[in-house]
């Protein structure tokens, strides 16, 4: 990976992502294992704006682990924060105490120097009006209906429940998104059918080609999983919070024309324009009301979706 593609991803980043200003203060947090990719923040940032912090500190244990106190304390300070680490730092306190005192955010976790680089070659305020035009065609609908070459097959209800968007571009105070970003998604309050994940699915990673994940979904859960690592993780999950863990979690719509292949970092791929991903498990974050112990994201590849019998148009590169 060439220190210039890095830059050029950084500067992407702190630019255009987070629209960082001279006057205003930006800290950088990193962990020993994503170092280069918090390095070339930092020197981006630097460029921009005097006032640039790069605090290090080993990888957590956990996703959700909260970061050291001296950490935390300087995401508050700060105007803006960046976090490329190994474990996640999205749902900590640390970083929604930081954005209640006004500070604007993007966390990265997992992130690899290959993802960094593909997912932030991009031109956000494009993805941004991607983002906009499906989710005009979506949001009003009553009834969402996806199929897929695969065998995919399922229709949701999106209920009163908001479509989001995941449009990297968080230029205001208190803002706050995971990068690289690029989708529209909802957490439905119904679904019905049966989708196959042909594309990227923790713990696989991406599937070789033919390779499929069958899900069946009634009423708004997940009856049937023909893969028995996940079918376990749900069951080891379902010990802890019953039925809850089947949840159909959300559904998603990638916008990110910047991802040309999918690569088996879920992250990434399930931004990828021209997918769709279906997730298992915990809603609560995303404007639905089941709170689990797994989030797990499939990508489903070369999709159709309708939105009350109308087809959508999605943004879609060549693959």
Request: aromatic share 4%.
């Amino acid at each position: 990976m060439s220190n210039d593609g890095l830059a050029t991803a950084a500067t992407t980043a702190v630019e255009q992502c987070m629209a960082l200003d001279a006057a205003e203060s930006c800290v950088i947090v990193t962990d020993d294992e994503r170092r280069p990719i918090g390095e070339a923040l930092y020197e981006a940032a630097s460029a921009v704006a005097d006032e640039t912090t790069i605090l290090q500190y080993p990888p957590g244990d956990q996703h959700g682990e909260e970061p050291p106190g001296p950490v935390a304390a300087a995401m508050a300070e700060a105007d803006v924060f960046l976090a490329p680490t190994t474990k996640s730092i999205s749902h900590t306190r640390a970083r929604g105490n930081a954005c209640d005192a006004g500070a604007r955010g993007a966390t990265l976790p997992g992130i690899t120097e290959d993802v960094f680089l593909t997912g932030l070659d991009a031109d956000y305020d494009a993805i941004a009006q991607h983002c906009r035009d499906v989710l005009a065609q979506v949001s009003d609908a009553d009834e969402i209906r996806v199929t897929a070459p695969a065998g995919t097959d399922i229709t949701f209800e999106p209920g009163d429940r908001e479509w989001n968007t995941d449009t990297g571009i968080v230029h205001d105070a208190g803002d706050f998104s995971n990068l690289p970003a690029g989708e529209v998604f909802v957490s439905p309050t119904n679904a019905n059918g049966t989708y196959v994940v042909d594309g990227t699915m923790r713990p696989h990673g991406l599937l070789d080609e033919g390779e499929e994940l069958r899900f069946e979904v009634e009423d708004g859960y997940v009856t049937e999983i023909s893969d028995d690592e996940i079918r376990g993780q749900v069951e080891a999950a379902a010990e802890a919070v019953g039925r809850d863990a089947y949840n159909l979690a959300e559904l998603g719509i990638g916008t990110n024309v910047g991802v040309t292949d999918l690569v088996g970092s879920v992250l990434l791929d399930e931004k990828a324009a021209g997918t769709v991903h279906v997730a298992i498990g915990d809603d609560a974050g995303i404007g639905g009301d089941t709170d689990a112990p797994l989030h797990l994201d499939g990508i489903i590849r070369e999709p159709t979706v309708w939105a009350d019998g109308e087809v959508v148009d999605l943004p879609n590169v060549e693959r």
